[in-house]
């Protein structure tokens, strides 16, 4: 039976949600629940971001101890540098670097083209990998990228040194057979040589579902929060996709730590 990794970013995504900003010792409290739940890897939160999202995560690290504790970083040096620095005193630690994979995003957002973001995120996972051995990448809007580009960019940054890649659905845009499907051809493209992550918003309260059709398909490891907490609509529910696997073991033929 395969064990599914349960990443929970209810300190970093789940933060956004209106009235759940925490302070650093709120943080320490909840990060040591969720070692004490069996959670696999717990992102501290975004160190670049603020002086007191680095010292949370800098505190957890230091802290927590029983999960892998992973900082957010944007495909930028400094960034990368950054989160190095907030997690390089946790016995297990992550760094989770992305960049936006989207013609919609690179166009309007980064105004960059697909080579260059290409390029630019294989460079930072080097780097991040020249820090630390456990990289993760996510290229942003991944449900709205055109396929082939997408897996040039999982090719890309794998053969860099990324051990996880996850797919993000930023927008809540996707269904669960498309997802799905999306999830399938990656699988049958890098096969084993990276776990494959899922990162699904709620915007038509389809997180859930879209994480455990990915699973179905070759998914490794869910990206989740508590009670489904984060911006906008929010994230796949911990609890609701734990308790679906754990329930329904004979169809989904996996269980989580």
Same mark, same amino acid.
């Not at 990443?7 to 949600?17: I, N, Y």
């Given at each position: ?30 990060? #040591?629940?969720?070692? #004490? ?20 995560? #800098? ?59 290409? #390029? ?24 709205? *990228? ?38 399938? *051809? ?60 754990? *329930? ?10």
């Amino acid at each position: 039976m395969r064990i599914i990794k349960i990443f929970d970013t209810t300190l970093r995504d789940g933060e956004q949600s209106p009235g759940a900003s925490m302070n650093v010792d709120e943080k320490i409290q909840v990060a #040591k629940q969720l070692v #004490k739940l069996g959670v696999d890897i717990i992102e501290a939160g975004f160190p670049f971001a603020s002086p007191g999202d680095f010292e949370a995560v #800098k505190r957890i690290a230091n802290e927590v101890m029983g999960a892998v504790i992973a900082g957010l970083a944007r495909a930028r040096e400094e960034d990368i540098k950054s989160a190095y620095e907030a997690i390089k005193d946790a016995p297990l630690r992550r760094i989770h670097t992305f960049h936006s994979t989207s013609d919609i995003h690179l166009k309007h957002q980064f105004r960059i083209s697909r080579d260059e973001a290409l #390029k630019r995120s294989a460079e930072m996972v080097r780097l991040a990998r020249s820090l630390t051995d456990d990289v993760e990448f996510s290229p942003m809007d991944a449900t709205r *990228t055109e396929i082939s580009y997408l897996l040039e960019v999982i090719e890309a940054v794998i053969e860099a040194g990324a051990s996880t890649v996850n797919i993000p659905d930023t927008v809540g845009y996707t269904t669960p057979t498309e997802f799905g499907n999306l999830i399938k *051809t990656i699988k049958e493209r890098i096969g084993d040589r990276a776990v494959i992550s899922v990162h699904c918003h709620n915007d038509l309260g389809l997180a859930v579902a879209n994480s455990l059709s990915a699973i179905i398909n070759g998914a490794g490891q869910v990206e989740c929060t508590i009670n489904g907490i984060g911006e906008r609509a929010g994230n796949c529910a911990m609890e609701e996709v734990v308790m679906a696997l754990k *329930t329904r073991k004979d169809f989904y033929d996996a269980d989580t730590n």
